[in-house]
């Protein structure tokens, strides 16, 4: 669910907000001081004894057994009525009494009216001057929590007049704050609050975030899983916490908007940003002052991404184009931040972003981005572009809007370097000149053929077996094996299909092994290999490395397994490494390579974003760098000329390898390849040259929809994007 398309959020929580909106403003008595309240110490008791009697009556609570827990702490009340847990154990029953709030807010439960009894208990303990801070504040919370629930707003938020700021009580129970955290900035914004909202609603994003990435691990650790990390879109909560805290942006002051840019928490950056270069761009800057609200922009732009939130960053990069100087290079990125394509395009946003900000050194001209969205009118966006004076564009990412773009993109002579996974065809009328569109991505038919030819002419190989997918790109990847090996001089001795949707490949797996290959082609997602090479392995089928040779006495057939850029995953590794030792895969670029350029990029990506890139991340970075090369190494004066540069054969290096362009806008790449050796990834010394001189068939398209399926599940990205 994506609230920018602005569908319905359901659960009672977002009825709760809707009503906060229509609340008349209530009175704003200067609020206590910010303390941090979850930095506290927790609350014990001085005797084991007791400590460990409200231990037991905690577990109840944690259990959700709310009768056995209301009975547990009144017990401890009765027997221990002097012990410092005492009033925190009468702030327990009130949770107790209050149930399933998960549930109820989430609308999974249907509302029970909460009893008079959780308000009798509560009102003393926040409204008492001689209760502990921490047990009046979490009381505080719970106060509005029960009124939220009765749908009683104006007392939901009047209690948040006297809040001590965006913070957590420690005895506020871990699974309540992500309820809570929207009541406090809610609660926090309606006393004019505006700030400490905006932190309010940071913290809500953190902890949500760190909820999804809890998740994704465990998936990642479980036993039994046998597919990549599922990638979760970001909660409806998430969504939430970004719409209102850019909203709550417009009363802050000047002051306060700086210490955001400090912040610890995405959101609350993105926010300080957003508001300080909003506020600064409309004074009369001198180019100085652009030079430093770009600064800000490389530094911030990343956590626009983390939250989701890239449409921001497009209109920020509009903004900053806007008092760009003679000294500014602005190159355009067309890219989908919505629709179906939105989280690729967030990766490949995430390279160029890499790439604005490796590269903006004092005393030389920046790069500035200006970012539009791909999905929908492409054209429109196209033009936008070209309006800002950019350069040369890089995007789309889709084949069938880049087709769109070809005539414009002649009439208005604004190169493309398009990020598509198969080439734009281009229909020539005479001696018509061509569109100055590039396509810079990888090749994924190149690959298929490139392992035949590493299968024949390094490895030594005469006999293949190809497994693959029946599907599209499995299809395709397939017949371009099966047609070079051929050509090569070998035999394809089993062309065998299977179904990606089967658990069961014991039937292939005697297929292929009846055929005695030496070689095995196998183009699937890294998943998908890890599970088909057991069953081949179970018939005495393993890789071996392309150094050695297996004994004649062996009771095993050994193998050279060949893949694709697909395999580049870490389950490959966990679950099948010691069944295909040796194997070959392509990779356009891989964190491993230790050219100097893979590794400028690979240190810049991990420090910003804590992960891994992979190929949409490469391949963005490496058009913006290219670009910026041609204007500054190179002095190509405008757009005309890095057409002419692109179209002159001259060879680039970036992470993802040597390349140049062909005639035909196609690149032209020496490609690399890694080997799995000793159970982990390692280069491999070999190259092929892509696309092979002749064999490539216009009509070998592998479509959009079938890379980018295996692709997601074939890569182990963290989707913040």
Not at 6 to 23: D, I, Q
Not at 618 to 631: G, P, T, W
Request: charged share 25%.
């Amino acid at each position: 669910m994506s609230w920018s398309d602005g569908e319905t959020l359901k659960g009672r929580w977002f009825l709760l907000v809707a009503l906060c909106l229509v609340v008349a403003a209530c009175t704003t008595p200067s609020p206590p001081s910010n303390g941090e309240l979850e930095t506290a110490p927790p609350i014990e008791s001085e005797s084991p004894e007791v400590q460990a009697e409200f231990n037991a009556a905690l577990d109840l609570l944690d259990e959700e057994r709310w009768d056995d827990a209301v009975e547990a702490f009144r017990l401890l009340q009765a027997s221990h009525s002097g012990d410092q847990t005492a009033d925190l154990a009468e702030l327990f029953i009130a949770r107790a009494l209050l149930g399933d709030i998960d549930g109820q807010f989430s609308g999974e439960e249907e509302r029970e009216q909460v009893s008079q009894e959780v308000f009798t208990l509560l009102e003393p303990l926040w409204n008492s001057r001689r209760v502990d801070d921490r047990i009046r504040y979490g009381a505080a919370v719970y106060l509005a929590v029960g009124h939220a629930l009765n749908e009683d707003v104006p007392s939901a938020l009047a209690v948040f007049e006297q809040y001590p700021g965006a913070s957590m009580s420690p005895v506020v129970r871990i699974t309540d704050r992500r309820w809570i955290w929207p009541l406090i900035a809610e609660g926090l914004g309606n006393a004019d609050r505006r700030g400490d909202s905006v932190i309010a609603w940071g913290k809500l994003h953190g902890l949500e975030r760190a909820l999804r990435d809890e998740r994704i691990e465990s998936a990642e650790n479980a036993e039994s899983a046998d597919v990549d990390a599922p990638r979760e879109a970001p909660s409806d909560l998430s969504l939430l916490a970004v719409a209102r805290a850019f909203e709550a942006e417009s009363g802050l002051t000047q002051e306060r908007v700086q210490s955001f840019l400090a912040s610890d928490e995405p959101l609350v950056r993105a926010v300080g940003a957003w508001a300080f270069i909003r506020s600064e761009v409309h004074a009369e800057l001198e180019e100085e002052g652009a030079e430093a609200l770009q600064v800000i922009f490389n530094e911030i732009a990343p956590d626009f991404l983390t939250i989701e939130a890239a449409d921001r960053a497009a209109e920020l990069s509009v903004t900053l184009a806007s008092v760009s100087g003679p000294e500014r290079l602005v190159i355009g990125a067309l890219l989908p931040l919505s629709g179906p394509n939105r989280a690729v395009g967030y990766r490949a946003l995430s390279g160029m972003l890499v790439a604005q900000r490796s590269f903006h050194v004092a005393g030389e001209p920046s790069v500035t981005l200006v970012i539009e969205d791909s999905h929908g009118d492409v054209v429109g966006a196209y033009e936008r572009l070209v309006a800002e004076d950019v350069v040369a564009v890089v995007g789309p990412l889709e084949t069938a809007r880049a087709q769109e773009l070809l005539e414009i993109s002649k009439e208005r002579n604004v190169p493309i370097l398009s990020l598509t996974t198969d080439r734009v065809t281009v229909e020539r009328n005479g001696d018509d000149a061509s569109p100055p569109v590039f396509r810079n991505f990888l090749n994924a038919v190149a690959e298929a053929r490139a392992a035949a030819v590493m299968s024949f002419q390094v490895l030594g190989d005469r006999r293949a077996a190809v497994v693959y997918p029946d599907m599209g790109y499995g299809r395709a990847m397939s017949a371009a094996f099966i047609d070079e090996f051929r050509r090569q001089g070998g035999e394809v001795v089993a062309e065998v299909a299977y179904d990606r949707e089967s658990s069961d490949f014991v039937s292939a797996a005697r297929r292929v092994a009846s055929s005695s290959p030496d070689a095995i082609f196998l183009p699937d997602s890294a998943a998908k290999v890890a599970e088909i090479t057991a069953f081949l392995a179970q018939e005495n089928i393993w890789g071996h490395s392309p150094d050695k040779r297996p004994s004649p006495r062996s009771q095993r057939t050994f193998v050279h397994y060949l893949g694709t850029s697909l395999w580049d995953g870490e389950i490959v590794l966990h679950q099948a490494r010691n069944y295909v030792e040796g194997a070959l895969i392509p990779a356009w670029y891989s964190p491993i390579f230790d050219d100097a350029e893979s590794r400028q990029f690979s240190g810049s990506f991990d420090a910003i974003y804590g992960r891994r890139a992979y190929h949409f991340e490469a391949f963005a970075y490496d058009s913006v760098n290219q670009i910026r090369s041609l204007l500054l190494d190179r002095g190509v004066p405008n757009s005309e000329g890095i057409t002419r540069s692109l179209r002159s054969g001259e060879v680039s290096r970036g992470a993802t390898g040597e390349f140049h362009f062909g005639d035909d806008g196609e690149p032209q790449r020496k490609l690399r390849y890694l080997t799995i050796k000793d159970g982990q990834w390692a280069v491999f010394g070999e190259t092929v040259m892509t696309p092979l001189p002749g064999r490539e068939d216009p009509d070998e398209q592998i479509g959009d929809d079938s890379l980018d399926a295996l692709e997601e599940e074939g890569s182990e990205v963290n989707d913040n994007l």
